[in-house]
């Protein structure tokens, strides 16, 4: 039973990944989070809680306005989000800047300088 509650997990976490990025893109009209990009989602195995893992184009960290922002337009996507998706419970939703994703291009920069340098 654990298995399949993990694979909709997962199921659940692709769709709220689609809509999220598909509302922060139109719905949101603060610039601040149009600038954001939603990189992965963990949901917990009782869909009760998501995790939002983003990165800011072009920003290597998170500014304080875009936090704001995305703090001001969580209700809005969680009602968006019991609107598209047939759920019984929409997730409560953390947003969190993935590291991660500035980690992975700093090595893929210092992989490219030592191309250069041979």
């Given at each position: 039973?654990?298995?399949?509650?993990?694979?909709?997990?997962d199921?659940?976490?692709?769709?709220?990944?689609?809509e999220?990025?598909?509302?922060?893109?139109?719905?949101?009209n603060?610039?601040?989070?149009r600038k954001?990009?939603v990189?992965g989602?963990?949901?917990t195995d009782?869909?009760?809680?998501?995790?939002?893992?983003?990165?800011?184009?072009?920003?290597?960290?998170c500014s304080?306005?875009?936090?704001?922002?995305?703090?001001?337009?969580?209700?809005?996507?969680?009602?968006?989000?019991?609107?598209?998706?047939?759920?019984?419970?929409v997730?409560?939703?953390k947003?969190?800047?993935?590291?991660?994703f500035?980690?992975?291009?700093?090595?893929?920069?210092?992989?490219?300088?030592?191309e250069k340098?041979v």
């Amino acid at each position: 039973m654990d298995s399949m509650s993990f694979k909709r997990a997962d199921r659940v976490a692709d769709l709220i990944k689609a809509e999220v990025s598909d509302i922060l893109l139109r719905d949101i009209n603060d610039p601040q989070v149009r600038k954001v990009i939603v990189t992965g989602i963990k949901v917990t195995d009782d869909l009760r809680q998501a995790k939002v893992f983003f990165v800011q184009t072009g920003e290597n960290s998170c500014s304080d306005e875009t936090t704001k922002g995305l703090q001001r337009v969580t209700g809005f996507l969680r009602r968006e989000l019991g609107k598209r998706l047939r759920l019984r419970y929409v997730p409560e939703i953390k947003f969190i800047f993935d590291e991660s994703f500035e980690y992975g291009d700093r090595i893929n920069r210092l992989l490219a300088g030592i191309e250069k340098d041979v």
